[in-house]
């Protein structure tokens, strides 16, 4: 029995809506429907893609696999239907910015104005400590702490970021505020890859460090905390009303910059978003750099 392509929108929809009845409603069909139609592209792969448990259809290693497929399919439908159907010329529609979450608080100040003039395109943050592959679709911005190497991507220079050292009031009001006398809370990857992380580690002692955190965000939890100093970027901890900054000034410094794949250099959307992005930084320059 050949394989109909059209069978692989039910078994993307019983991943991405959890149960066949939601899946049946969000393709508007009967369930007897969608079962029938996932039947038969288990009779054409020639394999179970689900297992029936009390909790409902769960996608097996073949049932996951198949829906990887179908995603992608699917993405590429979407993307081809905008580049014939010339959505890519308006100021709508969705576009995916990757970021960091220490990174995401500040780039929504960005685009409130891009919200305003442009009601019909809705961003969508992909948060990671992780870089997203803009190659792979994982994304259509990101807003990156480091240096693209990919020759196949397309970066420009933003600003650059400062970072410093911080404590509570409280910690500092209990060790002071000689470097050498504090707990540091430190960074894991790919943080402790970062100018902040490197330098961290090449000014304290390993005994000093008493947690390590995989994101700034966490880091800054365990300052508030009072758990012990730790080195953050100045937008992040200048916010802070109760952390004291103990380096007057940066003892590292991030280039930030913005990258896309070339395919979306004429998507006026993304060029929009990216235009918010660019005079957000050109705002905030100083203040971002210390």
């Given at each position: 029995?050949?394989?109909?392509?059209?069978?692989?929108?039910?078994?993307?929809?019983?991943?991405?809506?959890?149960?066949?009845?939601?899946?049946?409603?969000?393709?508007?069909?009967?369930?007897?429907?969608?079962?029938?139609?996932?039947?038969?592209?288990?009779?054409?792969?020639?394999?179970?893609?689900?297992?029936?448990?009390?909790?409902?259809?769960?996608?097996?290693?073949?049932g996951m696999l198949a829906s990887d497929l179908a995603d992608t399919i699917d993405r590429g439908v979407d993307s081809?239907?905008?580049?014939?159907g010339g959505d890519d010329q308006r100021p709508e529609g969705?576009?995916?910015?990757?970021?960091?979450?220490?990174?995401?608080?500040?780039?929504?100040?960005?685009?409130?104005?891009?919200?305003?003039?442009?009601?019909?395109?809705?961003?969508?943050?992909?948060?990671?400590?992780?870089?997203?592959?803009?190659?792979?679709?994982?994304?259509?911005?990101a807003i990156r702490a480091f240096r693209e190497t990919n020759p196949t991507l397309v970066s420009r220079k933003v600003?650059?970021?400062?970072w410093a050292v911080f404590a509570s009031r409280e910690y500092v009001e209990r060790k002071g505020t000689a470097l050498g006398d504090l707990a540091f809370i430190g960074y894991k990857d790919p943080v402790s890859?970062?100018?902040?992380?490197?330098?961290?580690?090449?000014?304290?002692?390993?005994?000093?460090?008493?947690?390590?955190?995989?994101?700034?965000?966490s880091a800054l939890n365990a300052v508030r905390a009072g758990m012990g100093a730790s080195v953050m970027p100045f937008f992040v901890a200048t916010e802070e009303p109760g952390l004291v900054r103990l380096t007057p000034e940066a003892v590292a410094k991030s280039e930030i910059f913005v990258v896309?794949?070339?395919?979306?250099?004429?998507?006026?959307?993304?060029?929009?978003?990216?235009?918010?992005?660019?005079?957000?930084?050109?705002?905030e320059g100083t203040r971002i750099a210390g």
């Open positions: 029995m050949s394989l109909n392509w059209d069978d692989l929108r039910f078994l993307l929809a019983l991943r991405r809506e959890g149960s066949l009845g939601a899946a049946a409603r969000f393709l508007k069909v009967e369930p007897s429907t969608a079962s029938r139609r996932l039947a038969a592209l288990e009779t054409a792969l020639g394999a179970k893609l689900a297992a029936r448990t009390p909790e409902g259809l769960v996608l097996n290693e073949a081809l239907r905008a580049q014939v969705t576009v995916r910015l990757a970021t960091t979450e220490s990174l995401a608080t500040f780039l929504m100040r960005g685009l409130v104005s891009l919200r305003e003039a442009y009601p019909k395109i809705q961003v969508e943050l992909v948060i990671s400590s992780a870089a997203a592959d803009l190659t792979r679709g994982e994304a259509d911005i600003g650059e970021m400062g890859r970062s100018p902040g992380g490197v330098w961290l580690a090449a000014n304290t002692r390993p005994e000093q460090v008493v947690l390590a955190c995989d994101s700034v965000a896309i794949a070339p395919s979306h250099r004429d998507t006026r959307r993304v060029r929009l978003v990216i235009d918010a992005i660019v005079a957000h930084f050109e705002r």
